[in-house]
């Protein structure tokens, strides 16, 4: 039973990690864009819709980091841990 939790908590730490490094990653190409000098507009606005499903992506994450976690809880209380 050690070995799911061991499991649970690596499988946690590495797709929390993997989505903040994506948010990061949409979140400054977003800003990039959107403060380019480029005179494009459709390309301004992607950069600021980039912006705004990076935020939306920081709200899930944090719901989804909180449901990992509370997984991670009911398995160590079920396993004696």
Known sequence: MADLIAFI??????????????FLLTWSIGWAIRGSPLPIGRLRRAGTSLVEDSVWAAFWLAIGATVFNFITYIATTIGGG
Do not use: G
Not at 9 to 22: H, K, P, Q
């Open 9 to 22: 908590e690596d499988l946690t730490t590495r797709v929390t990690a993997l989505a903040w490094a994506l």
